[in-house]
């Protein structure tokens, strides 16, 4: 999404420094702005032409402009703003409004609500409210004033500024919006109006009405004569499902039944968005429990996958739950857009340093997997750097206004510090950049050869020429090393009787938006992964065992795996007898965190054993540290060492990092203590 602001310098008085400080103390303010100047004269707004976008009065606009005739350049100037730019949603608006503290919650909501997407929607309007609605169908005869219009495609853009450019004599760009609205498309107002007006000091000298007629031609209808009262800026409107009434205890067997159900259903969905498996038909509809189901999507970013999958099923939906999920889309699609605006500032900065950058996971796999830019939930974006190039980089990223992650919650993180660097603009919803040049800590027992990486990496289209993703084999490899590694239990998951179940619990690290990435990577590149360098490059860094246990996962949840003889040759059997009692007390402080959630008296009896399990983790994690397979020494060592040299000399290298990573975690418990406003 983009803003558009026109704006101009021969006011009598300047709206604009206020316009602009009370979007910036908005949801809204991470929206690129550009200012569409409407004249050469840039004095008003020179301080803002490091933070924002100034377009500036050109030629072409100059050839267009009427010397005397401010109206007409107005005009002019309106129809570049509807022109400028590629993005699909764009605000226009002028340069003398307030937005309201959550116009653009309020704003996704909106059009979430909205049918199609041949439509005006004015910000600034107020307009007696649709019963259920967020927005109303705008009654007057015609649009009074275009302080903020909202455009839900660039096609609809680019229509209006046709239209106001051919009956451009006609009247104002406000009047032939309106017109355009009501005669081509359909014209509405939010409900509340979700900015205010504060231009009482007008641009025109003495302003005159709306229908007022032009040298040239007159209008087939006269437009309002009465200009539009200011409008308060909206209250923030609080939007919460009404608590469910208290109701008796429901069988246990039932509630098993509505769960599993309910979960055959999320995955029929994700398969069916594969093209792995069949929709689900109205009959499992039916026996789907709603709720269930979004507390399971959104602990799993499924969404917007979900969303997608229902949008065309409304009447076996929901209304209420189908209106979520879209507003939950819609606004993915504008924080990916975000996101990606990111990646491509950052790797434009790290190219003026010649610094290579891989992207990875959603940063990479939003432009190059997924056909929709509002599908992939993507938490923070992820870049892996050259240890040698960690303090340039970082430079590079404070240079952008990005801020280290620093005092207590940097502390919180403990050893995550070892591998990667926190940076985040201080704003609310800003998207944290994780600067990586490690992707696993050094003690870990699996090999990830990042010179083998950089090596092999190749350009991510779209992007600056030092912007790169991993090969296909080593992606896939990262893919389900990362899911694995959060997961902690799947190795053990895939030979137990309850693995359906556990796979959709919504406990733990793991999400299953992850596993499906990678049935997602299986169905478009199985063609491009050169499989027996797959299995060749598994087994040689000892990560064979990890990648097999997602992989089968991905084959038999979602019917998406790769070659059944690339399974065997990953197989090497079960986990070791600590790692596999390690994930039976995990696996059962999830079903006992699950059971605490329906029952909170059984909470106290069942909060033990979630911090069991984390010193049962950690322990299992230290034993395999020190102890790990044959396999692995092998691979990290590469000779002929007797198997008690290799332990001995394994052992002299990974103590200075377990003890760096027991240190800084007995430091985040103090750290956490002493913040804890108890």
Same mark, same amino acid.
Request: glycine fraction near 6%; charge should be positive.
């Given at each position: ?489 799947? #190795?053990?998951?895939? /030979? &137990? ?7 959709? @619990?919504?406990?733990? =690290? !793991? $999400? *299953? ?77 999830? #079903?006992?965190?699950? /059971? &605490? ?7 106290? @009896?069942?909060?033990? =054993? !979630? $911090? *069991? ?66």
């Amino acid at each position: 999404m983009i803003i558009n602001m026109t704006t101009i310098a021969l006011r009598r008085k300047h709206y604009i420094d206020q316009t602009l400080e009370s979007l910036f103390r908005s949801d809204g303010r991470d929206i690129p702005v550009n200012l569409i100047l409407g004249s050469s004269d840039t004095s008003h707004v020179e301080k803002y032409r490091k933070t924002l976008n100034i377009v500036s009065w050109d030629q072409e606009a100059e050839s267009q402009a009427r010397e005397g005739h401010l109206r007409h350049n107005c005009n002019v100037n309106a129809i570049r703003a509807l022109s400028y730019g590629d993005d699909d949603h764009c605000l226009c608006c002028e340069d003398d409004i307030l937005f309201d503290e959550h116009w653009l919650r309020q704003l996704m909501l909106t059009v979430a609500e909205i049918e199609g997407k041949h439509y005006v929607l004015n910000l600034g309007q107020g307009s007696d409210p649709s019963p259920g609605k967020r927005y109303a169908i705008h009654t007057q005869p015609y649009l009074c004033g275009a302080q903020a219009i909202f455009y839900p495609s660039k096609s609809v853009r680019r229509a209006v500024a046709e239209f106001v450019r051919q009956n451009t004599h006609c009247g104002m760009n406000d009047h032939l919006i309106g017109r355009y609205g009501k005669e081509h498309a359909a014209l509405y107002n939010t409900t509340p109006a979700l900015v205010g007006h504060l231009g009482q000091v007008s641009t025109f000298n003495q302003p005159s009405p709306p229908a007022k007629r032009s040298e040239d031609a007159p209008l087939k209808q006269n437009s309002e004569t009465t200009p539009a009262k200011p409008v308060a800026v909206a209250v923030r409107r609080v939007d919460r499902e009404a608590r469910p009434p208290a109701t008796k205890v429901p069988d246990v067997h039932r509630i098993r039944v509505s769960e599993r159900a309910t979960s055959e259903v999320l995955v029929a969905l994700l398969r069916a968005s594969l093209g792995t498996g069949a929709q689900p038909d109205a009959t499992r509809l039916t026996q789907c429990d709603w709720a269930r189901l979004a507390l399971l999507a959104t602990h799993h970013g499924l969404v917007p996958i979900l969303y997608r999958a229902l949008r065309d099923r409304a009447a076996s939906v929901p209304a209420d739950r189908l209106k979520n999920f879209k507003a939950q889309y819609v606004a993915n699609v504008f924080h990916n857009q975000l996101a990606q605006a990111g990646v491509e500032e950052i790797g434009a900065a790290f190219d003026s340093e010649r610094i290579p950058v891989i992207a990875m996971k959603g940063a990479a796999l939003q432009r190059t997997l997924y056909d929709d830019p509002g599908l992939r939930v993507v938490g923070d974006i992820d870049l892996l750097v050259d240890e040698r190039d960690v303090e340039r980089a970082g430079a590079r990223l404070q240079h952008l206004g990005l801020a280290p992650l620093l005092s207590m919650d940097a502390d919180r993180r403990g050893p995550l510090c070892h591998i990667h660097h926190i940076y985040q603009r201080r704003q609310p919803r800003a998207i944290p950049v994780e600067l990586h040049w490690r992707l696993f800590e050094p003690y870990q027992p699996y090999i990830f050869d990042l010179e083998a990486v950089r090596a092999q990496a190749r350009p991510l289209p779209g992007m600056p020429p030092n912007v790169w993703v991993m090969a296909p084999e080593h992606e896939l490899a990262h893919l389900c090393l990362h899911l694995d590694r959060h997961a902690v239990t799947y #190795r053990s998951l895939i /030979s &137990r009787k309850d693995w359906f179940e556990s796979l959709l @619990r919504p406990q733990g =690290l !793991a $999400r *299953l938006l992850w596993l499906y990435d990678i049935a997602l990577y299986l169905r478009q590149r199985t063609a491009v992964v050169d499989w027996d360098r797959f299995v060749d490059t598994a087994r040689r860094w000892a990560i064979d065992e990890h990648l097999h246990a997602t992989l089968e996962l991905a084959r038999r949840a979602l019917d998406a795996g790769p070659p059944p003889e690339v399974l065997r040759a990953l197989h090497r059997g079960r986990p070791r007898v600590v790692e596999r009692i390690a994930h039976g007390v995990v696996l059962a402080s999830h #079903r006992a965190n699950e /059971s &605490r959630r329906k029952d909170s008296a059984r909470g106290r @009896r069942l909060r033990w =054993l !979630a $911090r *069991l399990s984390g010193q049962v983790l950690r322990v299992a994690h230290t034993w395999v540290s020190v102890f790990p397979p044959r396999a692995y020494l092998r691979a990290r060592y590469s000779t002929t060492h007797t198997a008690l040299a290799l332990r001995v000399r394994h052992l002299r290298d990974v103590t200075p990092g377990l003890w760096a990573e027991t240190r800084d975690r007995l430091r985040s418990v103090v750290a956490v203590r002493g913040h804890d406003p108890r």
